[in-house]
């Protein structure tokens, strides 16, 4: 079982930066480091979508177009916690962020929710002048 803690949401202007940060504790025989884990954002009205992702190790991380060159995703095994790092922010990514744990990435699927089987409740990211 893996219980997702996400943090660091918040309000900032156009063009500043957030850090959210994804925590994982981990109850069973099974640590953070077997668990790819992706952040997905669900704005409101609209369907909930990947951001970002990386792989159990960290050697392999994925990002939507949206956010290229803006996020970066990494994580810290040993502190059981997963960063999404948001500069030049802009209006529309606001949005609900969530983090979700999965047991790998399979390319061509980086964000079908289905593989995830474990989420974070969400952390609100609004970005507004």
């Known amino acids: 079982q893996v219980e997702l803690v996400e943090s660091g949401g918040g309000l900032v202007q156009p063009g500043g930066s957030l850090r959210l940060s994804c925590a994982a504790s981990v109850v069973s025989a099974f640590t953070l480091d077997d668990y790819a884990i992706g952040w997905f954002r669900q704005a409101p009205g609209k369907e909930r979508e990947g951001v970002s992702c990386?792989?159990?190790?960290?050697?392999?991380?994925n990002y939507a177009d949206s956010v290229k060159g803006r996020f970066t995703i990494s994580r810290d095994n040993a502190k059981k916690t997963v960063y999404l790092q948001m500069n030049s922010l802009k209006p529309e990514d606001t949005a609900v962020y969530y983090c979700?744990?999965?047991?790998?990435?399979?390319?061509?699927?980086?964000?079908?929710?289905?593989?995830?089987?474990?989420w974070g409740q969400g952390t609100q990211v609004t970005v507004s002048s």
């Open positions: 979700a744990a999965a047991h790998a990435l399979y390319p061509g699927a980086y964000y079908y929710e289905g593989l995830y089987g474990y």
């Open positions: 990386i792989s159990d190790s960290g050697d392999v991380t």
